[in-house]
């Protein structure tokens, strides 16, 4: 049996999470289990009366363009120990899939400790993430306070974490208040703190926000700052893993380049997903560059433009890898603006 947990139901999923994730310190998963899961769901499978397995829908308010959208982050995918290699988590996420389509939801993500264990659900990489820390001046220039949770530094917090991203990125988790409200108590329960950075000047102008797990610091969870004040610390690498779920509404976000030849084009497209039926079979994509539309032909004998995997259309149009295509289709895919720039720093 799999259903989602009633709210006083979900702490009874705590000790799958404690036995399977027993890195997670004692603090967090207290901090997780009173406050994270109010606001998610977490649907569970069931063999008689035992929990066999588990999937936390986590919600976050993302930009993508000039929209917002709900979003779920997936995490806490465990299987208990007796019962794993019998398909519950293949049943989770096929229940989780057609939920979130019935639900409009335009994407997942995730963060993966073993992306092969998500490939073959078709999530592929969107987003990579690089290691940044304070250069000289930002060591030596900047004063460093602990952040409140009052409202009005919540809003200037929001509102300069905002600016910097929006410069840089189309795709981010909205930085609202109550986004950094939830952060500081994330890293505050983990021996962490979250750290405004200000200027050494009369008006103290905040520069930066610095949030890190451990007393030491000795993990990064966010740094965002002026980038004066930045150098890059070690190598880019893959981050969040994502996966398209309603093909239609996240094509709306898609369309030409300023740039192509034509204003309009109509292409045939074919799209190959096992586990959302909507999301499988020939479609008639329609584009222009305000947007695009996406919707299924229903007559057979058609040869399409273009044949993908769902994956493969993910990773395209988060603007992470082109698609393999016949040199027919260079032209048409040369013509179709991706997302620019993807950033997802978050862990659970």
Not at 233 to 258: C, D, N, W
Request: glycine share 4%.
């Amino acid at each position: 049996m799999i259903r989602y947990l009633k709210q006083e139901e979900k702490v009874e999923s705590r000790k799958l999470w404690e036995k399977v994730f027993s890195e997670d310190s004692e603090s967090f998963v207290h901090y997780y289990y009173s406050d994270r899961v109010f606001k998610n769901k977490v649907l569970a499978a069931y063999k008689d009366e035992n929990m066999a397995a588990m999937l936390h829908r986590n919600p976050y308010e993302v930009v993508v363009k000039d929209h917002v959208w709900t979003i779920d982050y997936v995490a806490g995918v465990a299987t208990a120990s007796d019962f794993r290699h019998q398909g519950y988590m293949r049943r989770l996420l096929d229940r989780c899939f057609l939920d979130m389509y019935e639900e409009r939801m335009p994407f997942c993500f995730l963060v993966p400790v073993d992306p092969a264990i998500y490939q073959p659900f078709d999530f592929t990489y969107i987003s990579d993430l690089s290691t940044k820390k304070l250069n000289q001046a930002g060591r030596t220039h900047l004063n460093r306070r602990a952040f409140l949770e009052r409202s009005d530094e919540c809003k200037e917090v929001s509102d300069f974490v905002e600016r910097q991203l929006e410069k840089q990125y189309e795709v981010y988790a909205l930085r609202n208040e109550e986004y950094y409200r939830d952060l500081s108590k994330e890293v505050r329960s983990d021996s962490g703190d979250l750290i405004l950075l200000t200027t050494k000047d009369e008006k103290e102008t905040l520069a930066g926000v610095w949030a890190y797990y451990g007393e030491t610091a000795g993990a990064l969870r966010e740094l965002i700052c002026l980038p004066e004040y930045l150098k890059e610390s070690g190598q880019t690498k893959p981050y969040a893993m994502g996966r398209i779920i309603h093909l239609e509404r996240f094509a709306s976000v898609i369309g030409l380049k300023e740039e192509s030849p034509v204003s309009e084009m109509e292409m045939l497209l074919e799209i190959k997903d096992k586990f959302i039926p909507q999301n499988n079979g020939l479609f008639l994509w329609k584009l222009d560059r305000k947007g695009s539309s996406i919707s299924p032909v229903e007559e057979s004998g058609l040869t399409p433009h273009i044949s993908l995997t769902i994956s493969e259309m993910t990773s395209w149009l988060f603007g992470y890898s082109l698609p393999s295509v016949s040199a027919d289709a260079e032209a048409m895919v040369d013509r179709i603006r991706p997302l620019k720039g993807v950033f997802f720093n978050e862990v659970t």
